[in-house]
């Protein structure tokens, strides 16, 4: 069974970034009769506002995506990523190291713990919780949440890349499922669009939501037929989804 998800980060409204991210997620899930859930990344509440959760929900609705089974928030589950803190063991370490300092083990710890660390051996260790804020980190939230909603396939801009690495090695050393991983590039478009954080920025407003759609499927590299230019949202979707090919 193929399930996939989207999951953003309530720091801003619904961009055009975030658009072609559900788009992509959506389609691909769909296409292989998947379910397709919703997570609000709000783990970190130094950077996230509740408004613009239940705005970036109002939004997605307005575009006519449909989720299945309930929309999961981080900001409610603090007690299970201390859990999985706990069951990582060794593996967890404190550390003193400042943001801007270079990170080494076996840091100075006369001086304050500024985070809990996990020993990687791939990669260069990495940050679960952070003792100033007291929050989790992303790559544990995220890893603990997929395994937990039963996510079977992440698809997700290739910005997000990077992280890939780190969240395998702690999905095995939680004894968590592999998932499997698309990334779609960031230029594809076939006008040629890149996206960068200039023109993904602005909000995306939903009295222009098909024009938006059609845009987010032409920068995702699928050709939709002139007919379906300016078509009503169901419309679209309905020619999206029995088209969909992932570029
Ligand atoms: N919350 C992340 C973001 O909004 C996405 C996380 C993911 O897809 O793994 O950038």
Same mark, same amino acid.
């Given at each position: 069974m193929y399930c996939g998800r989207f999951a953003p980060s309530p720091t801003g409204p619904l961009h055009f970034g975030?658009?072609?991210?559900?788009?992509?997620?959506?389609?691909?899930a769909r296409a292989n009769c998947g379910e397709w859930l919703v997570r609000i990344e709000d783990v970190d509440r130094s950077r996230c506002r509740p408004h613009y959760a239940s705005q970036i929900l109002t939004?997605?609705?307005?575009?006519?995506?449909?989720?299945?089974?309930?929309?999961?928030?981080?900001?409610?589950?603090?007690?299970?990523? /201390? +859990?999985?803190?706990?069951r990582l063991g060794d593996r967890v370490y404190a550390c003193s190291c400042s943001r801007g300092e270079e990170h080494r083990r076996g840091c100075d710890l006369s001086k304050p713990v500024r985070s809990w660390r996990f020993s990687s051996?791939?990669?260069e260790d990495f940050i679960l919780r952070s003792a100033t804020g007291g929050f989790y980190s992303y790559q544990l939230a995220v890893v603990v949440d997929d395994e937990a909603q039963g996510v079977t396939h992440v698809v997700r801009g290739a910005d997000l890349e990077s992280s890939t690495p780190r969240q395998a090695e702690l999905q095995q050393a939680l004894g968590y499922r592999a998932l499997a991983y698309w990334h779609f590039p960031l230029a594809l478009g076939a006008?040629?669009?890149?996206?960068?954080?200039?023109? /993904? +920025?602005?909000?995306?407003?939903l009295e222009d939501a098909s024009r938006q759609l059609w845009r987010a499927l032409r920068f995702?590299?699928?050709?939709?037929?002139?007919?379906?230019?300016?078509?009503?949202?169901?419309?679209?979707?309905?020619?999206?989804i029995g088209a969909w090919r992932r570029p």
């Amino acid at each position: 069974m193929y399930c996939g998800r989207f999951a953003p980060s309530p720091t801003g409204p619904l961009h055009f970034g975030s658009l072609v991210a559900a788009t992509a997620s959506f389609l691909e899930a769909r296409a292989n009769c998947g379910e397709w859930l919703v997570r609000i990344e709000d783990v970190d509440r130094s950077r996230c506002r509740p408004h613009y959760a239940s705005q970036i929900l109002t939004t997605l609705e307005g575009f006519g995506f449909s989720w299945d089974g309930p929309v999961v928030y981080q900001s409610d589950r603090d007690e299970i990523y /201390a +859990a999985a803190i706990e069951r990582l063991g060794d593996r967890v370490y404190a550390c003193s190291c400042s943001r801007g300092e270079e990170h080494r083990r076996g840091c100075d710890l006369s001086k304050p713990v500024r985070s809990w660390r996990f020993s990687s051996v791939a990669d260069e260790d990495f940050i679960l919780r952070s003792a100033t804020g007291g929050f989790y980190s992303y790559q544990l939230a995220v890893v603990v949440d997929d395994e937990a909603q039963g996510v079977t396939h992440v698809v997700r801009g290739a910005d997000l890349e990077s992280s890939t690495p780190r969240q395998a090695e702690l999905q095995q050393a939680l004894g968590y499922r592999a998932l499997a991983y698309w990334h779609f590039p960031l230029a594809l478009g076939a006008d040629g669009a890149k996206l960068s954080k200039q023109n /993904a +920025a602005p909000g995306i407003e939903l009295e222009d939501a098909s024009r938006q759609l059609w845009r987010a499927l032409r920068f995702l590299g699928q050709s939709p037929p002139v007919e379906v230019e300016g078509a009503a949202l169901g419309e679209i979707w309905a020619w999206a989804i029995g088209a969909w090919r992932r570029p």
